[in-house]
């Protein structure tokens, strides 16, 4: 039994599997969209994707615009050009298409064309007062899960740190999850992208906001996401593989958008804001020594978690068993090559202290951690990945 209240938000419609972006023309139908912003990088325009979103929409006589200029980890000002587009033609469908950056981008866009004022009125939590145009976000990536959450990421340059609208209106009116569009990303983007969906996952099947609704999301995106990230990142074609990454990310997504994140992320952001590290290099970095500092937090939950990976460890004591899965999860990532500390990255020992402040004020994570975490423990924990 769990005392906790059950509350489980989701996009209105998630269309997910193979072949399910042919969906896309008849659901912007349903939406009474004539003409879309299609919001998205020059990486995605380069794959050929953009041709495979538009024939669905050509066949029920929708018109695009596109807007190319998302960058990663976008700041404040790339959202703002992208409102700027938004604002200057009278669309009635705004698709993000790409990783987390186009889809958080194609969010923010969407509420600022129905709230006033400018996009740093709405960094926090709940202060968005007016639903958005309606907005179909579709993921290339298999990672952020951006595509089911409430949040919607930008980087604010002067305080160097990651913030986030949070809102209901930042969850689609349709999410389509088509693992077919995952094909084109290479090996390290799969890999940074994929860490970052089992990061998701591991973070919410532990935070202090879980509930048995979001453990079975979370459990599962454990599960799909462990079985097959190696295999996605060594052969990209292996269609198994792909599927269960972007099913598993999904689900970690829907797990956020309803427990949350925890200490990893709160972690990660300054290494993106301060040393520019990729959000999910980072988190594969941090999260084994933040496991390691939380199993005694919900030791039960972390044996699991070994489990769920394939250890078979029911023999040990309860205590080893959940010690199993950090060091479950440093193997997975020791495989997939990514830097293993912050020296690897240039970040020196001297930058901990700011990094450790930074990582603290993080409240809005802080506070879903399972096991307290001062600023001397974030200082610590940064020091044994050095
Ligand atoms: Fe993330």
């Given at each position: 039994?769990?005392?906790?209240?059950?509350?489980?938000?989701?996009?209105?419609?998630?269309?997910?599997?193979?072949?399910?972006?042919?969906?896309?023309?008849?659901?912007?139908?349903?939406?009474?969209?004539?003409?879309?912003?299609?919001?998205?990088?020059?990486?995605?325009?380069?794959?050929?994707?953009?041709?495979?979103?538009?024939?669905?929409?050509?066949?029920?006589?929708?018109?695009?615009?596109?807007?190319?200029?998302?960058?990663?980890?976008?700041?404040?000002?790339?959202?703002?050009?992208?409102?700027?587009?938004?604002?200057?033609?009278?669309?009635?469908?705004?698709?993000?298409?790409?990783?987390?950056?186009?889809?958080?981008?194609?969010?923010?866009?969407?509420?600022?064309?129905?709230?006033?004022?400018?996009?740093?009125?709405?960094?926090?939590?709940?202060?968005?007062?007016?639903?958005?145009?309606?907005?179909?976000?579709?993921?290339?990536?298999?990672?952020?899960?951006?595509?089911?959450?409430?949040?919607?990421?930008?980087?604010?340059?002067?305080?160097?740190?990651?913030?986030?609208?949070?809102?209901?209106?930042?969850?689609?009116?349709?999410?389509?999850?088509?693992?077919?569009?995952?094909?084109?990303?290479?090996?390290?983007?799969?890999?940074?992208?994929?860490?970052?969906?089992?990061?998701?996952?591991?973070?919410?099947?532990?935070?202090?906001?879980?509930?048995?609704?979001?453990?079975?999301?979370?459990?599962?995106?454990?599960?799909?996401?462990?079985?097959?990230?190696?295999?996605?990142?060594?052969?990209?074609?292996?269609?198994?593989?792909?599927?269960?990454?972007?099913?598993?990310?999904?689900?970690?997504?829907?797990?956020?958008?309803?427990?949350?994140?925890?200490?990893?992320?709160?972690?990660?952001?300054?290494?993106?804001?301060?040393?520019?590290?990729?959000?999910?290099?980072?988190?594969?970095l941090?999260?084994?020594?933040?496991?390691?500092?939380?199993?005694?937090?919900?030791?039960?939950?972390?044996?699991?978690?070994?489990?769920?990976?394939?250890?078979?460890?029911?023999?040990?004591?309860?205590?080893?068993?959940?010690?199993?899965?950090?060091?479950?999860?440093?193997?997975?990532?020791?495989?997939?090559?990514?830097p293993q500390s912050l020296t690897e990255?240039?970040?020196?020992?001297?930058?901990?202290?700011?990094?450790?402040?930074?990582?603290?004020?993080?409240?809005?994570?802080?506070?879903?951690?399972?096991?307290?975490?001062?600023?001397?423990?974030?200082?610590?924990?940064?020091?044994?990945a050095l």
């Amino acid at each position: 039994m769990d005392n906790k209240i059950i509350s489980f938000r989701s996009p209105h419609l998630i269309l997910a599997g193979v072949g399910s972006l042919e969906r896309l023309g008849e659901e912007a139908k349903a939406l009474e969209a004539k003409k879309g912003l299609l919001v998205t990088d020059k990486g995605v325009i380069a794959s050929g994707i953009v041709e495979k979103i538009q024939a669905p929409l050509k066949r029920e006589g929708i018109v695009i615009d596109i807007f190319d200029k998302v960058i990663s980890d976008p700041d404040i000002g790339c959202a703002e050009a992208c409102i700027e587009m938004a604002k200057r033609d009278r669309y009635d469908l705004i698709l993000g298409v790409g990783g987390g950056s186009s889809m958080d981008i194609a969010s923010v866009a969407s509420v600022m064309c129905t709230n006033p004022g400018t996009v740093q009125d709405y960094l926090g939590v709940n202060l968005v007062k007016n639903p958005g145009i309606p907005t179909i976000l579709i993921p290339t990536t298999a990672g952020t899960g951006a595509e089911a959450t409430p949040n919607a990421i930008l980087t604010d340059i002067e305080a160097k740190l990651k913030k986030a609208v949070v809102s209901p209106y930042i969850l689609p009116r349709v999410a389509i999850v088509d693992p077919l569009l995952t094909f084109s990303m290479p090996p390290t983007v799969t890999s940074s992208s994929g860490i970052d969906a089992l990061t998701h996952a591991i973070e919410c099947y532990t935070s202090n906001n879980a509930t048995i609704l979001t453990d079975l999301f979370a459990r599962e995106a454990i599960i799909l996401i462990g079985r097959s990230l190696r295999t996605a990142v060594a052969n990209g074609n292996n269609l198994p593989a792909r599927y269960d990454m972007s099913i598993g990310s999904l689900y970690a997504g829907i797990a956020i958008a309803n427990a949350g994140v925890t200490a990893v992320h709160a972690l990660a952001y300054p290494l993106g804001g301060q040393f520019n590290v990729a959000h999910g290099i980072a988190n594969g970095l941090l999260i084994p020594y933040v496991m390691e500092f939380n199993v005694l937090g919900d030791i039960p939950k972390f044996a699991q978690i070994a489990e769920f990976l394939g250890e078979k460890a029911e023999q040990l004591p309860l205590l080893e068993q959940a010690y199993r899965a950090p060091k479950t999860v440093k193997a997975i990532y020791r495989d997939l090559k990514i830097p293993q500390s912050l020296t690897e990255l240039k970040i020196p020992r001297e930058a901990i202290p700011e990094m450790a402040k930074a990582a603290a004020s993080v409240t809005r994570l802080m506070a879903n951690n399972p096991r307290e975490m001062t600023v001397e423990d974030i200082e610590r924990i940064y020091e044994k990945a050095l």
